[in-house]
């Protein structure tokens, strides 16, 4: 079951209720607390900045750089192949302090191989930090992140980051998130300067510039706006009120009496709206030359939630999963939820959120999915790849506990409440390899490195084939897979041979078959008797869109089968599903509806309706037209303006759709959507026909249907396969 979070969206009108819930005790440490992600497309800075916010809160006593240029590299990217590669790959937590809050911060990868880690950090996220470059403005990752925000219903602030590049431009950058990301958004502060000249901001809400100085920006320092920009401040901050007063009622009252809201009710105003998810504050600066990090540190302050500013749900095992409003008091019953499982030096890492209650060490905790008592041996705060041990941690507060075996997603309580928060969305994969280890003796080591890349990460699945016997890892994308290949190799020193990447085809049927199927098997004794009538049908492309992908619909009238039986031959059609006839992928997109049939009563079992199942679909499918389905990306493209016809050629050899091609300072820029099937090699031919000068990333969107001539040339591949391991 998913459910989603929900904000209310007139929040200021309920705001002494919200409150009336959170007692006195807590709500003075609540008030100063935040929990937040930072969150883009790769390379937009996030790791950077969130380098620059623990250099200025004093979490660090000196500031990397990403790629471990110094030999050092970004707190934040603990990882060795994190620094090799100049990528996050992991999420990692920290906590900081600025002013008087207390503001823990979740850094996730940019790639969209590792969105997995994007979804479970915003599922425990109170508000985020949408981070865009100056340059780039929204590109395919950014949508991908604005999607989850909106799905977790997470307030946001922007941040649009490296304004001190070539080509900088943050207002063609709004108008991309109003465009693209469909947000009300408008601009709380104006860059003094550009590019090479970037000098400060100037906040529209107090009407002050901030020039950051000192060796790395560390000082902020208040002067009055620059006259030269005195006009546009205000028309800019006249676009800010205005997009307030569509929104809020309070600013609305005051535009239409003509009035001048005063800074306190234009903060009031951005803070009720933002909670709200009605409106998006942006910033600017540039985290890499150290300007603009501590305006913005101060927006997550002043505009985005505190714990007990979000309503939270549970749902009651014991009364049909009704859902159960979660109010923050660290003196209730423990509920929190594991979201993210680390191997650290000390065994199992398990990074918890604390919904309501207090955890504290050495207290015996129930894990709600397997009903097992455990004691929590060790509670601390995580500060990257550093832990800072503690006693306890209270409600809204983010943790990690060590030596509790859990799975990602599981529930903690107290063990008086059979509460379970709800699930957050896992993408299916979309690529597939083989694997088997070089060495024979590295067989054990291999099992356990497989089985601990599935706890940590749900994308990442494995599983053998029953034909050739190898073992198949499938994930989010090549980079995805190579990595964790490569932490196999390093981490567990097993080397792996790999195979041809495979794509995550699926079948599908596009008509109506009805079918009535006996399964009969004698044998002396008791034999196998099961009979079903029904039919299957393509599900609606609606449904489809929803994420529906198979659904199974008992419409017998009468005991002809006889109820117990019913499970096991919605087991049956579920287990045949995950071959199909064509090519031996998944069948998903379709409906079994079941009218009628007969039971021996002797004979029939729930194996035999089962196999019924089984033999009836694999009978029917056939006769359904059916098709094959190919994963389709979302590519989007970035090479010099020279190479133009060239990355329009190369991409309509792979046979894109080209949505869109837009030039822009010497740099084009092209969105296609492309089937996974022909990207592979893509990079290295990009990078040959732009002289290394090219780049592009891809998300999945759907499955479509293949051309004929590929179903052809696929299904004519699957049997020559299929004869070949006949003759073995």
Not at 262 to 274: P, W
């Amino acid at each position: 079951m998913f459910t989603l979070r929900r904000l209310p969206q007139q929040l200021w009108k309920r705001g002494v209720a919200q409150l009336a819930q959170v007692e006195a005790h807590d709500l003075e440490r609540l008030q100063k607390m935040r929990n937040i992600g930072i969150s883009a497309h790769i390379d937009s800075g996030k790791t950077t900045l969130t380098e620059r916010i623990l250099y200025y809160t004093g979490r660090i006593d000196a500031i990397h750089e990403v790629r471990g240029k110094d030999e050092v590299g970004a707190k934040m990217d603990s990882m060795e192949l994190e620094r090799e590669k100049g990528i996050t790959i992991q999420s990692a937590a920290t906590y900081c302090n600025w002013k008087d809050a207390a503001i823990n911060i979740i850094d996730t990868p940019g790639h969209v191989d590792f969105t997995i880690e994007v979804e479970r950090a915003l599922r425990v996220l109170d508000g985020a930090v949408l981070v865009l470059c100056a340059v780039g403005g929204v590109q395919s990752q950014t949508i991908t992140v604005d999607r989850q925000m909106k799905r977790y219903q997470v307030p946001r602030i922007c941040f649009i980051n490296k304004m001190d590049r070539q080509g900088a431009n943050p207002w063609r950058v709004l108008e991309q998130i109003r465009t693209k990301l469909h947000l009300n958004a408008a601009a709380v502060q104006v860059p003094i300067g550009a590019e090479g000249e970037l000098k400060g901001m100037v906040d529209l809400v107090k009407m002050v510039s901030y020039i950051n100085k000192g060796d790395h920006g560390e000082t902020i320092v208040e002067e009055p706006i620059p006259e030269a920009l005195n006009d546009f401040v205000q028309e800019k901050r006249t676009e800010l009120i205005e997009n307030l007063a569509n929104v809020d009622e309070k600013i609305e009252e005051l535009y239409l009496e003509e009035k001048t809201p005063t800074e306190q009710e234009l903060q009031d105003a951005i803070r009720r709206a933002t909670l709200a998810r009605l409106f998006v504050p942006v910033f600017m600066g540039s985290a890499y030359h150290n300007k603009g990090v501590q305006p913005m540190l101060d927006g997550v302050i002043n505009y985005l939630p505190a714990p007990y500013e979000v309503e939270n749900f549970a749902l009651d095992r014991q009364d049909g999963e009704k859902q159960i409003v979660l109010n923050n008091s660290s003196t209730e019953p423990l509920l929190a939820l594991a979201f993210k499982l680390e191997e650290g030096r000390f065994g199992q890492l398990t990074y918890v959120r604390i919904y309501q209650g207090t955890l504290r060490k050495g207290d015996w905790i129930f894990n709600v999915r397997t009903n097992k008592k455990v004691k929590v041996p060790r509670l601390a705060r995580m500060h990257s790849n550093e832990m800072e041990e503690v006693e306890s941690v209270g409600s809204g507060e983010i943790c990690a506990i060590f030596g509790v075996e859990c799975a990602s997603g599981d529930t903690f309580s107290s063990g008086s409440l059979q509460y379970t928060m709800t699930s957050m969305f896992v993408p299916e994969p979309v690529i597939s390899l083989s694997l088997t280890p070089k060495a024979k003796e590295a067989s054990a080591n291999f099992s356990k490195a497989l089985s601990r890349f599935q706890r940590e990460d749900p994308t990442f699945r494995v599983h053998v084939d029953e034909e050739s016997k190898e073992t198949i890892i499938s994930g989010m994308g090549e980079l995805h897979l190579e990595i964790y290949v490569e932490r196999m190799k390093r981490e567990y020193n097993v080397e792996c041979v790999t195979g041809k990447p495979r794509v995550a085809f699926r079948e599908t049927l596009t008509s109506r078959v009805d079918f009535d199927y006996t399964h009969k098997k004698q044998s002396g004794g008791a034999g196998q008797f099961g009979r079903i009538k029904g039919f299957i049908e393509p599900i609606p492309q609606e449904e489809v869109d929803e994420g529906k992908v198979f659904e199974f619909s008992d419409e017998t009238v009468g005991m002809n089968i006889p109820a117990n039986y019913i499970p096991a031959i919605e087991k049956g059609f579920k287990e045949a599903v995950q071959s199909g006839a064509l090519i031996g992928h998944k069948v998903e997109r379709f409906r079994a509806v079941l009218i009628d049939g007969a039971a021996h009563p002797v004979d029939s079992s729930e194996l035999a309706f089962s196999l019924a199942a089984k033999g009836a679909f694999r009978e029917a499918f056939v006769k359904g037209n059916p098709i094959v389905l190919e994963p389709i990306m979302d590519v989007s493209v970035n090479a010099p303006s020279e190479y133009q016809g060239a990355v329009i050629a190369l991409l309509n050899k792979r046979k894109a759709t080209i949505n869109d091609t837009e030039v822009r300072d010497d740099y084009v820029e092209a969105q296609a959507h492309v089937p996974l099937n022909d990207m592979f090699g893509f990079s290295t031919d990009l990078r040959s026909i732009t002289q290394g000068k090219g780049e592009f990333s891809m998300t999945y969107i759907k499955h479509e249907p293949v051309f004929p001539n590929v179903q052809e040339k696929l299904v004519k591949e699957y049997k020559l396969k299929q004869e070949a391991r006949n003759k073995k």
